[in-house]
Nanobody, 115 residues
């Protein structure tokens, strides 16, 4: 079972990206899901989460108001819309269940924001 993130890239300050998280091995439609990131030399940071039905979302203070999480349970996919990107958003982004399970960490996606 793995969760893999896609959609990263290089973007200028103020730009936008949309990340996708695809699940392989089982359905996650009943799980609260989360996005996380790790910048070079820093600990992993919680970016945001979404309840299984999508009715509630939660965000870290550093991204609140700029990032939006959504999900499509029919596609077993979670999304992270990132707007007004800043250089400090540069990191590898991962998805996992809201309370991360070690074995679910999959391939992250690199987001680089140039100043």
């Amino acid at each position: 079972v793995q969760l893999q993130a896609f959609g990263g890239g290089l973007v200028q300050t103020g730009g936008s990206l949309r990340l996708s998280c695809a699940a392989f091995g089982r359905t996650f439609s009943s799980d609260a899901m989360g996005w996380f990131r790790r910048a070079p030399g820093k600990d992993r940071e919680f970016v945001g989460g979404i309840r299984w039905g999508g009715e509630s979302t939660y965000y870290g203070d550093s991204v609140k108001g700029r990032f939006t999480i959504s999900r499509d349970n029919a596609k077993n996919t979670v999304y992270l819309q990132m707007n007004s990107l800043k250089p400090e958003d540069t990191a590898v982004y991962y998805c996992n269940t809201y309370a991360p399970v070690g074995s679910y960490w999959g391939r992250g996606t690199q987001v680089t924001v140039s100043s």
